[in-house]
């Protein structure tokens, strides 16, 4: 399957909507059914802005977080 982020580069400011057949294990796969559409995936590598939040180790929540 696919394990990278999709990042939408297309410059659509609307919603689209596409019907894809088949299956989405694969890159190729899906830029033989985006070509329908002038669309095609491509890998590349740019930066992207993320937050990440993790559990604090040994976090205890206080019984009024729990009960709200």
């Known amino acids: 399957g696919i394990s990278t982020p999709l990042i ?6 609307e919603w ?15 830029n033989r059914e985006l070509a329908a559409y002038d669309l095609k995936l491509v890998r590349k590598t740019i930066p992207v802005e993320k937050l990440i ?14 009960n709200n």
């Open 8 to 13: 939408d580069l297309t410059g659509y400011k």
């Open 53 to 66: 939040i993790r559990d604090r180790p040994g976090f205890k929540p206080s019984a009024s977080i729990e």
């Open 16 to 30: 689209v909507d596409l019907q894809i057949k088949g299956s989405l294990s694969s890159i190729e796969e899906l």
